[in-house]
């Protein structure tokens, strides 16, 4: 068995990121960077008034004024505010030569083109204007490599002047749930049988990422049915598969990859739950099999496979964020293997939900984090701090 960690750096080793290509800002958010973001332009390209009022001179801080013209957002005034002039001013519009500062016109009462101060004096020279290059300055990064693009970042990205960003292409993924005993969920269940929830949840948690994923029927328990999928699948970015992971006589998916022409890279991690994960590669496709226990299959999928099309996309940091919040009960001394505990945090507090069997969803389904217990970590006292894995409510 191999570590959680190995385990990730082998998998990103099977294969770099893919091509690129450029994406209009319309549908970048949600991909990573795949270059620098330089910015085209300077924000604000000039000072700008960030308030409405009058733009003066501040050495004329006490008024009065005479007002000689108006700059308004994309309508500037051309000419030059001389000593004892102000020139009515809104909110962006560009301050006019002569003049450094904004009084805003609630502190000035005005009579035709006169105004006189009547509540604050500005504090100081260059009061309620932004300044030229503020935000950033043209050629400056803004946007680095590997970046996933938010919301904040395609706004970021329009503002120095992009219509488009180069990010990865979307990754081809294929889904194979594995397993004699599996039935599509919402029709009939013998008591021998079990409904294949592990395709439906992978699919729901890989929507919102760039991929097109492929979902398969459940494929029966036969080596002959799997080695030919995974020759089928081979042009995918990866075949996903659960079930069939581990070491009984139905479980096949090792013996199919091989017999594919595939190559097994490692198989079987020390985690809990998880264990045995298999990842090797196929023609042009990573393949990752993950096991057929439903919480194994989405412990592994948010630690393996999110990270894996992160990595394949580009991001610079594709592992899950891990963050500390103190435990709300006493955690037992852990065994050899990282163990990640079904929790529920509340008030910043984390409260285990009591059952961690890899078979039992409703537990997962009640938890919002996965406490992360080391390899042999001593016993930690309640109030203490641990590390979790965020689950998103
Ligand atoms: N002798 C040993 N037995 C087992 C070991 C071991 O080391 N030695 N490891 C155990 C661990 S840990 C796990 S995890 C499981 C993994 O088993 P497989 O990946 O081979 O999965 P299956 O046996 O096919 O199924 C396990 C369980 O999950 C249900 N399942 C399968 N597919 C789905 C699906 N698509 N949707 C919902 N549920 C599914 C299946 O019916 C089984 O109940 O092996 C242990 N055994
Ligand atoms: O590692 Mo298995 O996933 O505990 O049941």
New binding site residues.
Partial sequence: MISIEEAQSRIFALKGPVETELMPLTDAAGRWAAEDVIALRTQPARDLSAMDGYAIRFADKGGPWKVIGESAAGKRFSGTVGAGEAVRIFTGAVVPEGADTVIIQENVARDGDAITLSGDVPKKAGANVRHAGGDFIEGKIVISKGAELHARHIALAAMAGHGALRVARKLRIALV???D??VTPGLPCADDQ??????FMLAAMLRHLPADISEFP?VEDKLDALTALFRDLSEHDIIVT???????DH?LIVPALKAAGGKLDFWKIAMR????VIAGSIGNAIALGL????V?AFVTATLFLKPLIAHLCGAAQPLPTRLKAKTGVELAQNGERTDHLRARLIDGVLHPVGIND??MLAALSEANALIIRDPNAAMANARSEVLYYPLGS
């Fill in positions: 749930s594995t397993g005993e599996l079990i409904p294949s929830s592990n395709g459940a659960t079930g069939g992971a581990s070491v009984g479980d739950p998880g264990k045995p096991p057929g226990n439903p194994s890899s078979a």
